[in-house]
């Protein structure tokens, strides 16, 4: 059928600087750039999806991307985008599908908080002269530990559920092996080893080379049970129950035949080229209940040595959710924002459905604190954190840590076109292929998250000690370092935040 | 001695080490004028050998037993020492006696200007081109 | 709250405080002349004393002190005591004309204990005593019970302290424990409440700096019951130490490093060293986190059976310590130590976190939480 689809960018090749080297046409496995019999290169529009590899990788800087939306009648309804998907399905008769966070322009709630600073009644602590805490406890902690003297020393006499241990208080977010490629879990593997935090599997289980990353790994139970028997369970820091995914709550996943090879096969346990479904409930949940039956499952398996995680995607009622979550036995709960990414998800779903993150952690927090059981649960926020500044927010807000999922793929090369689905990343992240996945070097992938997160970690210190404080509880949930600009007075409340220029209080 | 080193898990085949190879062998050493304007243009002394999805860059290994030495029919080709294969342009006559024997088809027939070219682990740069440039740090210049 | 005091009060400020170990009964003469010295220390907008021992004849009582904008404030105030306490005396707190302190409230002191039904409510009598002091002050308007503990009592005012101490004539009364207050607040709400000590039964706060942790100890407070009604970091550091000490029992040393937290550095060298106490410390961050005080202060803890003082955990306010015989002092200054006490047995700059403890030999058992305190401690 003819494609009424129109171009959606513009390639420009700048003629006097290209030296027809073709590194663009290597490059692109959508086969945008193209080498005609005498060797002169030229390139497709209709095919370029900008994920800037050509771009990036051109030696000589010929090449531009530009944006080209289609031109169509000014009409608010109906934009190009919406006739696009229209033309798409018409032509298809199927989902639409993507990959990546939501893109819309919802109110991105960061960027209505400002942060705090001392002056004059309230020393700065400068970070570069005097300890800057960043360490964060991820685990259930009890309301008061008893102690007992022994011989005029004081003696624990509480025992203390097992923890998470962070140096700074970022992980990595789950991403499964077979949605993205080895060198990627690699990648976040060895930077979780060398930045003292920790990784996750996502549901594609533990490639068997990365066992020896075990202690620096969290691996999931997902509804498709991929990857999972006792060796995994055992070889890691700690387990998460992934009921939903910011960017798709409420559907399953679906990993394609076409990316199951024969390490992903071994690792899922599945067969090569089968196609991986992961049910939107685990059939095995159907109720609070049940999920504090699979929780104490996975203690009683790993014998009450690691924390249990439980993984949700930031819903409508996330609060009375994470509540019943806490009470279900869970050790810490992961929200997943509506900005959170995804290898593949409906885009009608990852567009629609969801609340964004911010008011997910206020409203959290909020509730657990209302009930007086906070301290029972840690709580990792994620789903769409750009930069330090929105971590700090986070913590201010009420999170103990968050995860960094789309940050940690574009440290790593990433470039947001939202192709992940089609398995031909050309950064060598969402793809199974042997032969774009090595561009990915895991070695550069390591050092480039740990460079990410050393510098958002300096920031994070280097804010905290303006706010006078040298110790990352003394901010968790202190929303009084918070204030709001431009928010209505119900996003306020939920926030729980005052107007910027109100005073102290 | 410092040799180069491929790494063939991490090259990606996009060929990048022979344009900067061409260009730091070229007069001008400027990447646009060495590949459009310079007749007769410049070689790379460095070659991808590739079968998808294996690939890997090939250039003198800079043998400690060179049997281009020994072949090479004018002196042209000797090891110095530092134990790097140097190759005197003055001397060459273009037999590609060099190119026959050598194990690792490194050599490369510069037709137009009847000469051989082969890596000279670049002398103006500290590290050699290949390496700098390659985007995926597929190649190594290091002691093994 | 009453829409007199509705924001925090950002204040530097000067403090003293001493007590002798032994118990012996001094006048409250020595701790006005102690605070004189800190005058500059702060800007007549507020001053206030503790002393403990000062109500001997009636120590199984608790001493409510309360402020009353109006007899109207005192009339609706007075049904809810009846309600919840038996009452044993009330009467009007003496006070002398001082030109420095200007038109007081209603000062009224009740000695009263829980009514006898209180058993029914299924808490302990503290937390009886708790939940009346925050029903009152949350709730009527204009009235403000400011020290609520047994054979101790709380005086602050609106002015210099040495004048606020002459005001509420503490040279008449003997207590073996004084601390005491200069405020230097950085904007004026000039309400009589906001001065310190803060007081909540029997412990009482002075307090010099900021408490920067101030948004997440108040919410963490409040999931213990806490009700932080008046706004000020003081207020947190005071429920803190009931919480800590009363409630959950810990000995003193561990609720100051609970709340003035070892670093993680030194905690690590105190694991590598095999030091047992370093899983204390470690459990203790990891629990009470959200009660780490964290921003410069310097405090003073008046309680029956001693004082405690603390810096923040890098000392950013000033706090020097002093003995001697019996004698424990510890003040903002050197200067006001020596002012009252001369031939010091030693004298010195408390580390930052590190508290200095004094205690009552022969301690006060007057409740059973302070009993069970006393064995935890031993």
New interface residues.
Partial sequence: MKTYQLPEVKIERDKDRCIDCQVCVRQCAFEAHIVDEDGEVYSEDEKCVACQRCVSLCPTNALTIKDNKPFVKDNANWTAETQKYIWKQAETGGVLLTGMGNPKPYPIYWDHMLLNA?QV???S?DPLR??M?L?T?LGS???????K?VDG????N?K?AP?LMVKTPILFSAMSFGAVSYSVCEGLARASKELGTFWNTGEGGLPQNLYEYGPNTIVQVASGRFGVHSEYLDAAAAIEIKIGQGAKPGIGGHLPGEKVGAEVSRTRMIPVGSDAISPAPHHDIYSIEDLSQLIFSLKEATEYTKPISVKISAVHNVAAIASGIARAGADIIAIDGFRGGTGAAPTMIRDNVGIPIELAIAAVDTRL?DE?I??RVSVIAAGGFRNSADVIKAIALGADAVYLGTAALVAMGCHVCQMCYTGKCNWGIATQDPYLEKRLNPDVAAERLFNLVRGWSHEIAEMLGG?????I?????????LRSIGLSTEEMDILGLQAAGS??? | MKRVYTKEEACIGCRLCEVHCLTEHSRSKNIIKAHKKEFPRALSRVLVEELRPVSFAVQCRHCDEPVCVEACITGAITKDESGKVVHDEEKCVGCWTCVLVCPHGAPRRDLERKKVAKCDLCPDRETPACVEMCPNRALVYEER | MKGRI???N???CGLAGMMSEDGRLMSGEGIIRSMEVLHDRSNGLGGGFAGYGIYPDRQDHYALHIMYDDIKAKEMTDVLIDEWFEVDAEEVIPTRKVPGVGKAPLLWRYFVKPSADFNECGVCEEDYVIDAVMLVNSTVEGAFIFSSGKNMGAFKAVGFPEDVGKFYRLDEYEGYTWIGHGRFP??TPGWWGGAHPFTILDWAIVHN??I?????NK??L???GYKCTM?TDTEVVAYSFDLLLR?????I??ACKALA?S???DIDRMKAQGK??A??YE????????G?L???FAIILGHANGMVGLSD??K?RPLVAARKDDMLYIASEESAIREVASGLDKVWNPKAGEPVIGELRIPVSNTDAVRELEE???
């Fill in positions: 001392s009644t309230n020393p602590i005097e300890p805490e360490r406890y902690k009890p309301d008061k530990i008893d102690i003297m020393e004081p003696v624990l509480t203390l923890q604190r007086a906070r301290n706010m006078g404080l040298n110790a509880e003394s901010l968790r949930g202190n929303r009084l370092h005073p102290m209080a | 509705h924001r925090r950002i204040s530097g950085t904007n700096g900021e920067s942790s101030y948004g997440i919410r963490y409040e999931m213990f706004l409630r959950h029992n810990l000995p040393e561990l937290a670093f993680w550095t047992k106490v899983d204390v459990a203790l961050r990891m629990v009470y986190g959200g780490l964290n921003g410069p955990r890098v950013l935890t401690v031993a």
